[in-house]
Structures are given as structure tokens and as C-alpha cells.
């Protein structure tokens, strides 16, 4: 009793598309800070409003702006903003 095998390629495990991009735009006096873009991806936008706004309150300086956007239509989803006094200013699609 023979068995004849074959080799069958194993492909790699395709990514999970993550189509939320969060891109955060520093100003400083540096002008190699201000050419910087710090972008992450994320699943959903619960996951991007939690993490860039703490990402704000931790490491923002005054003037910084972080942008939530689709990463396939690239449509701008809302900013959050650091201000002068240290407060965070949201603005998203859905609010008037």
C-alpha cells in the first residue's frame, strides 16, 4: 500500500484590513518635528477616538492635531485638537 502526498503550499494568513487611519500632525518649533507624521491604523472608531485622544492628554503639545480619516475613501472622519490652556477640542462629521 502506497500513499502519494503532495506538497501543498502554505500561504501566509491574510491581514486583517484595519480601515481606519489616524494621522497626527505635530507643531512645533522644530522644523523636523513639523515635517513628522505619526500615522496608525485601527479597527473601528471607538479604537481611534480612545487611543489618539490619550495619545493627546499624554505626549500633544500646543497646537497638535491628530486626524481620523477612512482609509479607503479617505474621507475625513473628525480632529482632535490640543489648545493652549491644555484642553482637548473634538470635532466630528456628526456633530453640528
Known amino acids: 500500500m ?9 500561504n501566509p494568513r491574510p491581514r486583517r ?14 522644523t523636523i518635528d513639523r515635517n513628522k507624521r505619526l500615522t496608525r491604523r485601527y479597527s473601528c472608531m ?26 479607503v475613501t479617505g474621507l475625513e472622519i473628525g480632529t482632535i485638537k490640543m489648545t493652549l490652556k491644555g484642553r482637548i477640542i473634538t470635532k466630528y462629521i456628526w456633530e453640528d
Open 17 to 30: 484590513e484595519l480601515p481606519i487611519l489616524g494621522e497626527i500632525h505635530r507643531t512645533s518649533q522644530q
Open 2 to 10: 502506497s500513499a502519494h502526498l503532495k506538497l501543498v503550499s502554505s
Open 46 to 71: 471607538d479604537n481611534a477616538i480612545a487611543w489618539l485622544t490619550r495619545w493627546m492628554f499624554q505626549y500633544g503639545r500646543v497646537g497638535d492635531m491628530a486626524v481620523i480619516s477612512h482609509s
